[in-house]
């Protein structure tokens, strides 16, 4: 957590099939500091049920503009570049799925800001997709519901590791920072995670003494 910066910062994290990691990761930012964290969440989230609670919790639906404006006044902002495709498509293997995706980068230009990555253990072992089988993902790429089934719940133990802030370059393209910020995410995943992973092995790993006291 004291990688995190004091002023500004953008977020940019792996997305597992259910970003409860997350979720638990802003919870703790509060209550270790009082600082609250915006999300950009996808567009299909302000046409559910419930918006205005969504609201409150700091999603944002808006494109960049809106992004930058909230990083120049100093507050932090996370972003999945993979976002639903990573969450159903992605699995054991942890694959980051960005696609072309690099408005995130021009954001934390634009805004001068620092980029931290943040990859949780585990996350894909709590639960899986079948997203990797051919149909589902036709279907997904065709339509972009996010209807691919899930399952699991499994009591896996979740760390979330906090990487070292990319600091702001005035010199480097959107391009060059999309790439420096993969090859961060992937070190932390390299470095925190056995590949493939594995759901036994993540269970098993409850009672192991020395995953508990890392």
């Not at 419930?50 to 972003?79: A, C, F, Q």
């Amino acid at each position: 957590m004291e990688k995190i910066p004091e002023g500004p910062g953008l977020i940019v994290y792996y997305h597992g099939a259910l970003p409860i990691d997350y979720c638990y990761f802003i919870c703790n930012l509060y209550i270790q500091t009082g600082r609250l964290c915006n999300s950009v969440a996808d567009h299909l989230f302000s046409k559910l049920p419930g918006k205005p609670l969504l609201d409150l919790e700091g999603l944002l639906h808006s494109g960049r503009d809106e992004s930058v404006e909230i990083l120049k006044k100093g507050n932090l902002l996370s972003v999945t570049p993979g976002g639903v495709r990573e969450a159903f498509c992605s699995d054991e293997n942890y694959n980051i799925l960005w696609g072309n995706r690099k408005g995130f980068a021009q954001v934390a230009i634009d805004a001068k800001v620092p980029i931290i990555p943040l990859f949780t253990h585990n996350i894909q072992e709590g639960c899986r997709t079948l997203g990797k089988i051919g149909f589902f993902r036709w279907f997904y790429e065709c339509s972009r519901l996010p209807l691919i089934p899930v399952y699991g719940g499994f009591p896996v133990k979740l760390r979330t590791y906090v990487g070292d802030p990319i600091p702001y370059d005035p010199n480097i393209t959107a391009t060059e920072l999309v790439e420096k910020t993969k090859i961060a995410l992937e070190t932390l995943r390299d470095r925190h995670q056995k590949l493939p992973g594995s759901i036994l092995r993540a269970l098993l790993e409850q009672f192991d003494k020395h995953q508990k006291e890392d």
